[in-house]
């Protein structure tokens, strides 16, 4: 019997209106039927909403590379999210994502990478001597990656630590909203009129004004430093810095909040997701853990040239990106009517693309649901990669960061694993919440290395 890793389960092929809507406010993942492993595209109706998910890897590439404009972000999928994310690059459309992406986009070209990498390294580090502290025991280890993750955002963005006294109070809060408010709320499917209030929870809400207060807090002081002349050359920096090549404007202190806020999100939410999976899956697989842990031997001096060197942990953590992909899904709407696979699709419809189907897709990858690291160096691997591995999206709106996140992943991945073993407490359940996580969290044993 093949050794496979945790997929949640499917729900019935048919089930009614109210049974879906209470399996999705559970999980969206096991909400799904599981012919959406098989089917090039789907078709779901309500009395709400009509919406298409597309595996088809054209229509893909249409929706996300070919036509983006014919395509925006879905306005419902910003009913959940625009109280912590205001108008930030996330959830706009049009010429005001444009503009952002122009200001933004310098931040992240390939020269800023190895600028960022000692910061990366730092916390790297710091990660290592906290979970020094724990070894013996067993440990919910995504606590462990967000406390990372969080503290390669703090010094990347801001040049502090985790243990700064704002960014500790951010990423307290930051904790709380994540299991309050879902990827994806019954708005993004129900809609509602501009006039009826979004009912959000006490929590949520209360949480997304805290973190949005510490934020300025932290953007005023830096905009204060960057008009003394005394601001470091950090990633915050950067982009308060950078004019609109077309206007000359800046970002104001309120813009940059909602930036900040989703930079912290993408960059701290998925990428802890993606290294919690990562971890769990070298304990599952020891024999592979035990060959990032002998190539991250090389890592000694900090030296961003000493990344060339991971190419097991890149497959790894790619590998894992297929499973788990950090967001499991992502809906466009149609701006004018469509006809996809001899199917009308009116304006205004809803475009699911879904990288958790789709990096599964029975009828695209060999043995999608096993976890290979070689599949990469295979022919249906390559093609895969260029048609159908979108963890970060595709086309004009992919994830500035993605860059960023690859270097970061694979780093922190193999240094944790120099220093330790890992191994299995129990089996986690993915759920999707912000982004794909367990159910009950993920718990390790971990023991130091010789």
Known sequence: MRDLPPKPPSRPDKVSLWRYMRLFRRDILSAQPARLYRAWMAEFRTPFFRSYLLNQTDLVKTVLKERPDDFPKSERISEGLRPLLGDSVFLTNGERWKRQ??????????????DTYPAMWAAGQQAVARLRLRAGHNVEIEEVTSHAAADVIFRT?????????????????????????PLLNLAAFVPLPRWMPRFFSRQTKASARKIRALITQMTEARRAEIDAGTAPDDLATKIMTTPDPESGELFSVEEMVDQVAIF?????ETSASALAWALYLMARYPDWQ?????????LETGAFS?????????DVFRETLRLYPPVPMMVRAASCPERFRDRDIAKGAQIVVSPWHLHRHERLWDDPDSFDPTRWETQNGKNCAREAFIPFSAGARVCPGAGFAMIEGPL???????????????????????????????????????
Do not use: C, N
């Open 306 to 314: 000493e990344m060339s060197g991971l190419r097991i942990s890149r």
């Open 264 to 268: 912290f999100l993408a960059g701290h």
């Open 412 to 450: 922190l991945l193999s240094l944790l694993l120099r220093d330790f073993k890992v191994a299995v407490v129990d089996t986690p359940e993915p759920v999707a919440h912000l982004t794909v996580r367990s159910r009950t969290g993920i718990r390790l044993h971990v023991v130091e290395r010789d």
């Open 101 to 114: 992406r122009r200001i933004i986009d310098p931040a992240f070209e390939g020269g800023r990478l190895r």
């Open 290 to 298: 035990e060959q990032v842990a002998q190539e991250a031997r090389q």
């Open 157 to 181: 963005l801001f040049s502090v630590p985790i243990e700064d006294r704002m960014a500790q109070a951010v990423f307290r809060e930051f904790r709380t909203y994540q299991r309050s408010q």
